[in-house]
């Protein structure tokens, strides 16, 4: 997707950030997981880090980068031993720490003891991995998300969708923001494209048609997006902060400081 395929005359830019500037990173603490997604690229699925190795991970990031936030990610973190330990680590460094889960492991009989020491040690946001990639685990993909969700609500643990677009998902995107706008705790998606490792053919969403979806069903626009990294016209990830009346699907562009001040009072105020 290239710049001039953007609404005519819209103000947007690129992020383009040179490596030490970038204010994230993600890190693997194993790849054993409980679930294998639709184009699944994980394949060494034994693989599983020591604590000391995460935390000497984190330190060599510092070192590399700016950071302001850390992704704890596999395979499957949820299966993680040292889960609790190491969120409380990235904590310790005065960082942002985020964990990327298929949640499976909340729905099992100790999964609510476990979220309690996720939450305990520290984590600031659970990015909730359930897509139609999953339709060989989850019957009802909305009904996995639904309970995920109300999980991560009733638990006060502030949450976030990632979802995979494969073919003729596109246009969902705006369906499934404006439904769980509803939620207190629920702050945004984070969608990508499916890359196919094998080299097959599989129809996929294309970013154009994710930009038109947004555009068309809650009238968003982006705010910035990511380059490639040779070319500053190749859009490769859009940015959007908007905040939702939940009630009316009515959205308005806010800084990322005035959507959190927002978020704390939205979750304060009664009968909001």
């Not at 040179?18 to 693997?28: D, F, G, L, M």
Request: include cysteine; charged fraction near 25%.
């Amino acid at each position: 997707m290239r710049t001039s395929d953007f609404t005519p005359g819209l103000p947007i830019g690129p992020l383009a950030l040179s490596a030490r500037e970038v204010p994230h990173v993600t890190i693997e603490t194993n790849r054993t997981c409980n679930m294998r997604c639709r184009l699944c690229y994980n394949l060494d699925r034994e693989y599983v880090k020591s604590v000391d190795d995460v935390k000497a991970d984190l330190e060599t990031a510092l070192s590399l980068r700016c950071l302001a936030a850390v992704t704890l990610l596999g395979g499957e973190p949820t299966l993680y031993p040292g889960l609790p330990e190491v969120i409380g680590h990235v904590k310790s460094r005065g960082l942002f720490c985020a964990l990327l889960t298929n949640g499976l492991r909340f729905l099992d009989g100790d999964g609510p003891e476990l979220l309690g020491r996720i939450k305990q040690a520290g984590v600031d946001r659970v990015y909730i991995h359930v897509d139609s990639g999953q339709a060989h685990v989850h019957a009802d993909i909305e009904a996995a998300r639904e309970r995920m969700s109300r999980l991560l609500e009733a638990a006060l643990v502030p949450f976030a969708l990632s979802v995979t677009l494969y073919g003729g998902d596109g246009d969902e995107l705006a369906a499934v923001i404006r439904r769980y706008s509803r939620f207190r705790y629920f702050e945004g998606v984070l969608t990508t494209l499916p890359h196919d490792p094998s080299g097959r053919t599989v129809p996929q969403s294309d970013l154009r048609e994710v930009y038109e979806g947004l555009k068309t069903g809650l009238g968003l626009e982006p705010i910035a997006f990511i380059p490639a990294d040779a070319d500053d016209g190749d859009v490769r990830w859009l940015i959007y902060f908007y905040l939702m009346n939940a009630r009316t699907g009515e959205a308005f562009p806010v800084s990322a400081k005035v959507q959190r001040l927002a978020q704390k009072i939205f979750r304060w105020a009664p009968g909001t």
